[in-house]
């Protein structure tokens, strides 16, 4: 299976910043890679899909880039709703791994 | 805008099968394009994707559960379901289903929390 990393594993941020967090994949899954936003208590809720591509509704605040094995959420100008953990996601084949998490709290 | 909601027992014993099933409350599918997972986050740890069926009935399991994992759909009745067997207190956790794309989750239910204790 393609094992999963994410960095930092948690961080805190005030709003207004800038908040960059990275996802490794252990072999190339070309673009196919998702972002995923969760907070306590609710369904995690689609970001970025395709690595880069923001999903319908998503602000745009909120982007994604990289591919093959590096890949990178950047969310600018941090909200009080974004408060989050987020997690990256392999779609390229079965079984669809989650990276481990990257809770967002406040500073 | 599709949306889903899980419906179960909270609590079930050690060694028993653990039956959950989805229905879409809200909208409907897409057909074939339709893949419907279940996924799990056990407490204080990350999310899991358990397996996903099509409406064709075509299924793909997670390697480490699939011994114990039977998913089936029923989109007439608009729902799906997941069992698991001999169940043991690693598969307590928040339960999701999840509507998408091969290997893509765009709607979520709101989940349900699974126990397994005596």
């Known amino acids: 299976d393609i094992q999963m990393t994410q960095s930092p594993s948690s961080l805190s941020a005030s709003v207004g910043e800038r908040v960059t967090i990275t996802c490794r994949t252990s072999q190339t899954i070309y673009n196919y890679l998702n972002w995923y936003q969760h907070k306590p208590g609710k369904a995690p809720k689609l970001l970025i899909y395709?690595?880069?591509n923001l999903y319908v509704g998503v602000p745009s605040r909120f982007s994604g880039s990289g591919s093959g094995t590096d890949f990178t959420l950047t969310i600018n100008s941090l909200q009080p709703e974004d408060f989050a953990t987020y997690y990256c996601q392999l779609s390229y084949s079965s079984p669809f791994t989650f990276g481990p998490g990257s809770k967002v709290d406040i500073k | 805008q599709i949306q889903l909601q899980e419906s179960g027992p909270g609590l079930v014993k050690p060694s028993e099968t653990l039956s959950l099933t989805c229905t879409v409350t809200?909208?409907?599918?897409?057909?074939?394009?339709?893949?419907w997972n279940w996924i799990r986050q056990p407490p204080g740890k990350g999310l899991e994707w358990i397996a996903y069926i099509q409406d064709s009935g075509s299924t793909n399991y997670n390697p480490s559960l699939k011994s114990r994992v039977t998913i089936s759909v029923d989109m007439s009745k608009k729902e799906f379901s997941l069992k698991v067997n001999s169940v043991t207190a690693a598969d307590t956790a928040v339960y999701y289903c999840?509507?998408?794309?091969?290997?893509?989750?765009?709607?979520w239910g709101q989940g349900t929390l699974v126990t397994v204790s005596s």
């Open positions: 809200s909208g409907s599918g897409s057909g074939d394009n339709d893949y």
């Open positions: 395709r690595a880069s």
């Open positions: 999840a509507r998408g794309a091969y290997g893509d989750f765009d709607s």
